[in-house]
């Protein structure tokens, strides 16, 4: 079994120390392969901001967890313009990580991330030609039976929340194209504060045969719908079990989690359990 606790939206500059404790403990006794983190580690990007997110990261590689991360849109710049255009992520680059779309792979599993804030929009993501072939050509030399996790902050697809629907990602035909080309198993996201998960086939026709699952945030002050949570995904042979961590005040307590099966080209929900409030 590999598993991956799926972390988002740490939101530092607008935090509560509480939960970043929280969640420190309990990857700990998670113990998991990988920590995926996708997107935005702060608030406005500033100086400060990455500094604190930098020492979080560096506190759960002491304690042995491999990370992958990628940018969000809040870690590129708003109100310094001159740095928003000329080097919107620098400070990500200096304080998380020098490459914006990193990779990692484990015994049966390959994990790629791909930047998609952009300094032209505020709010939206983008993935673009060069970054689509990056994604063929990094999953084309992966062995032909690896789970393959594609890792955004922006969602691949739209989703409802609350009513309202949370844009999909610009240019969502070349992503589409390429997850479906290269056998992407799952994608993994944020930006929505929101977190789910579903087959693909639900939520856009074309795109059956890719398990769909977004974090809501870990330790921002800001929800949306949902209290702050996180991320546990265990895979094996053909499954994978996904387990939302949600806050309850004092801690994180499991309080759902869903199995899927792997079944006629797409994934089939087999189990779905809710932990006692």
Not at 90 to 110: H, K, N, Q, T
Not at 138 to 164: K, M, N, Q, Y
């Amino acid at each position: 079994m590999t598993r991956l606790v799926h972390l988002s939206d740490l939101h530092f500059g607008a935090h509560d120390e509480r939960l970043i404790e929280a969640v420190e403990w309990q990857v700990d006794q998670l113990k998991p392969d990988l920590v995926v983190i996708s997107g935005d580690f702060t608030q406005r990007a500033r100086t400060e901001q990455f500094r604190d997110a930098c020492e979080f990261l560096e506190r759960l590689r002491e304690r042995g967890n491999e990370v992958l991360g990628v940018p969000g849109n809040h870690d590129v710049p708003l109100y310094d313009v001159l740095r928003r255009f000329m080097s919107p992520l620098a400070r990500y680059r200096r304080f998380i990580d020098e490459s914006l779309c990193p990779f990692v792979e484990l015994p049966g599993i390959a994990v790629l991330g791909i930047n998609t804030a952009r300094s032209m929009t505020f709010k939206d993501g983008r993935i673009n030609k060069e970054q689509v072939v990056f994604i063929r050509e990094t999953f084309s030399r992966t062995p032909s039976d690896a789970f393959r996790v594609l890792v955004t902050h922006h969602p691949l697809f739209a989703l409802e929340i609350g009513g309202e629907i949370e844009r999909a990602i610009g240019r969502q035909d070349l992503a589409l194209d390429a997850v479906e080309e290269v056998g992407v198993d799952m994608v993994l996201a944020g930006h929505a504060h929101h977190a789910s998960s579903h087959d693909a086939g639900d939520l856009v026709t074309r795109a059956g045969g890719v398990l769909v699952v977004q974090a809501g945030t870990a330790t921002s002050t800001r929800v949306r719908e949902q209290e702050q949570s996180f991320n546990t995904i265990d895979i094996v042979a053909g499954d994978v079990t996904i387990t939302v961590h949600g806050w309850r005040g004092e801690d994180f307590q499991a309080n759902d989690a869903r199995r899927y099966h792997w079944q006629d080209g797409r994934w089939i929900l087999r189990q779905t359990a809710e932990s006692a409030h």
